[in-house]
């Protein structure tokens, strides 16, 4: 059947997208034996956030206590 000229392919023939051997694309690669322990780039800077925001809370606590009483 021909439809404007084209013909028509049915969706099960088709090929949408080549497939990607090894893995899922743009993750981090571990080495098999042992899991990555130490974040790197963008997560290493993330937590590194989130321990300067826990120091800093628990300063600001002490000093409220220390100077204001509760």
Do not use: C
């Not at 780039?41 to 826990?54: I, N, P, R, T």
Request: overall charge positive; proline content about 10%; cysteine-free.
């Amino acid at each position: 059947m021909q439809r404007g000229g084209q013909q028509h392919t049915p969706a099960a023939t088709r090929n949408p997208s080549p497939r990607i051997l090894g893995g899922t694309p743009g993750g981090l690669r571990q080495s098999p034996g042992m899991p990555n322990l130490v974040p790197q780039g963008d997560a290493a800077y993330l937590w590194a956030l989130v321990l300067l925001e826990a120091l800093a809370i628990g300063w600001l606590r002490s000093a409220f206590k220390r100077y204001h009483g509760g």
